[in-house]
């Protein structure tokens, strides 16, 4: 699938980024303020993008032949970061593989592994051979404590809302919120392990935006769980978010998870790095932090 | 009869749904629909307070599943057209919207919080492509200028809405607004214009009768005005208004006027909606209505002022579905002494 390409050999990772939106652009925006990562090229479609307009003045090559461009160097390139739509993912993917290239995919695709960094050890761990798939803005931020609750207490339904500012929400995700729900429930049956799940997006145009929000509700069997094993997922839940915080600064529980009836809620704010994007858009930067953080991980211990 | 040329949706079995909490049962909305159709009401919309799919912890869990309760209301009422909210912060086109469409309804009524009409764009296509009645409807309308409104509605109609709906979801407008929203949206839009009113300033009959005669196609009004917060527009009490009007609804003064007697007896309305200080408060603030309950739940719960906590979730430009913004302002609010 993936031919025997590791991680690059050279500590620099080279990377090429599809896709100059907002998303594209916030990456490449860590990866110049970043040290042993190198975007080697950053591909779109539109000259006069915000997103290339940023890239030329950082000096970072762009082009717009799209795959073509990546055939031309493939041995130099470690890394290819998807930021595009669903649909182009999918078409391009079956190339990306015969490349042999590493590919994380910030697409709703629904092709490659589901990552979350903090639960799927054994993928960072492999250090090469990659495709994966960052699920959901939603799902990436959810992931994480959703899994802590469910290795400690079985749920019985967990639900997951991602509040999010209009401006940070682009055309792309607004055609494709049925995407957007379908891929985030998945991924919270997947990791959760609860028998029912949903997911809910509001959209909120305030001005000045909001940051970046997601509720859980997560409900259990019976009265639910004893006074000990609650006081162990609130443990359980503020070492998760402190270990959250090292690939996304800007996360934080506006206030601790607290149980009412036979429900625990959990309120998670998250504000961006404001690289390329504003700080309120979360959204947008708990994907390009968490795709920075798999690049510069896979590159330690060797 | 001469044959109407408006007519009265009615949203008692969907929009009544959040005065229930959602908690609307099989038996009350059987009987009320098999009645509400006897009563010359031609279009009946079922289903939890925020459509499909809205059953959740977040705005709170039906008593009984979309699925059901579309079939029982389909079953009591065959010959009315069957509608159903639905908005893509909640539903899916494979979870939600081709069941839907497998169990008979006719209408959906595609929603967006009113500036976010681009979010209507795939369901709306999908449901013109099964050829089903559709239509666009932007929600709490107070939070945008007519111009911005009529930008909005006309993304719905490129989308293939065959009518656009106006909800004042959060009882704020008075007639001068409906007046100028109305004349504008029929002269501009060339579909049908809906208008839906909720009850916060007691207005809910005076706009209704206002957009009516600027040209609506279309009335949304529920039995004893059972809805989110105030409620809508008292169907049976409009149906009067209308007939001292000489404007033929179509509907059965005694028949409704049964209706609402009968409703009121029976366990599915104990206590009809009422516009009070509190309506009247979150209607000024623009906040969506179905938030009334919430904010008197945790108002209590934290001891804070209830005026302070409207007036401050008021500056939060809240869309509906940001129930649990609620919770994190109380809060954060000072205790009451």
Known sequence: MHGNSGVGMSVNQKVAIFGTGKIGADLLAKIVRSTGVECVAFIGRRVDSPGVQFANSKKVPVF??????????????????????????????????????????????????????????????????????????????????????????????????????????????????????????????????????KAIMIINPAIPPIPMKVTLFARFAGAGPSQLMRSKIAENLNQTLENFRKIVPGMSFPHAPYFEENYLKVDIQVMGSGDFVPTHSGNLDVLTSTALWLIRQSTKDR | MTKPEFKIYDVTLRDGNHALRHKLSLTAAINYAAKAAQCGIDYIEVGHGNGLGGSSVLVGE??????????????????????????????????????????????????????????TQTQIEFLKSRSVGVAGTLMMISHLNVAELIIQ????????AEAIIFMDSTGSLTPSDVAELISAAVSDLGVPIGFHAHNNLN???????????????????????????????QLELLVAAFEKSKMNTGVSVNEVMRLSINSLITEFIATPPAASPYTALTGINNLFSGFLPIIQKYSAAYNVDIVELITALGGLDLVAGQEDQIESVARHLPKND
């Open chain 1, 64 to 197: 717009f032949n799209g795959i073509s461009e990546i055939e031309k160097f493939k041995d130099s390139i470690d890394w290819v970061i998807d930021a595009t739509s669903a649909k182009s993912h999918i078409a391009t993917m079956p190339r990306l593989a015969e490349l042999g290239l590493n590919v994380i995919d910030m697409t709703p695709s629904g092709l490659g592994d589901p990552f979350s960094p903090l639960v799927d050890t054994e993928l960072v761990s492999r250090k090469g051979n990659y495709h994966v798939n960052l699920m959901t803005c939603g799902a990436q931020v959810s992931v994480p404590f959703v899994h802590t609750i469910g290795s400690i207490a079985e749920i019985e339904y967990i639900e997951s809302i991602a509040n999010l500012s209009s401006e940070s929400v682009g055309p792309a995700t607004r055609i494709n919120i049925d995407e957007y729900i379908s891929t985030t429930e998945k991924a919270l049956a997947l990791y959760s392990g609860a028998k029912r799940v």
């Open chain 2, 62 to 119: 039906s008593a009984h599943s979309d699925r059901d309760l579309i079939s029982a209301v389909r079953n009591a009422a065959p010959s009315a057209t069957l509608g159903v909210h639905v908005m893509p912060s909640f539903a899916t086109i494979s979870r939600d919207l081709i069941p839907a469409i497998d169990l008979g309804v006719d209408v959906f009524r595609v929603a967006a919080h009113c500036s976010e009409a681009d979010t």
């Open chain 2, 153 to 160: 509605a006309r993304k719905m109609v490129q989308y293939g």
């Open chain 2, 203 to 233: 207005l809910a009959i005076a706009n209704s009768i206002q957009a009516v005669n600027s040209g609506a196609y279309s009335i949304d009004a529920s039995i004893c005005g059972l809805g989110a917060g105030a409620g809508n527009a």
